[in-house]
């Protein structure tokens, strides 16, 4: 595999949410409760990701619908952290403040920037559409490559995003 790492997408300026969603169909979520997303803070990098702004979310898959999510969480607006030790890049956890169950199967995705990625050769852990005019909504459902603004980008990145559901009691 080839990589090549970049600290975020370069699509708008600093604090300004960029025209970029992007799901994460192969890293699917287990049964349980919504814990917390983690995001690579990267700090080595000439474009930090620190400053930059961006909403996670779960999406459900729609049956029998390829591409078809619904969004079952919206984090809010969040921002990247600065840097604990300055151009040493950390994991930055964001913890989820309410409740959320997640079914097995349920997907990561982030809307905007900040969130490293690599360009590589070998398979992708990510569906991205660019430009995504707008932020998906709660509740609402989407088919990537056939609702408009969501069309399907195609490169091969993998994204330094991830969630944690802690198993039910």
Known sequence: MVQRDFATDYASTRGALGPIFVVLPQTKLPVGGLQNFQVWNQGTSAVPSAGNVFPAYVLRPTSGVPNGYRVVYDSGLLTMPALTVPGVSEVATFPVSAAVNVHVGDANAYYGEGIPFSYITGPADTTSSY????????????????DFGFPILPVTQLHSFAATAAPPA
């Open 131 to 146: 430009p995504a005019p707008s932020a998906p909504a709660l509740s609402n459902t989407m088919t990537l490559c056939v």
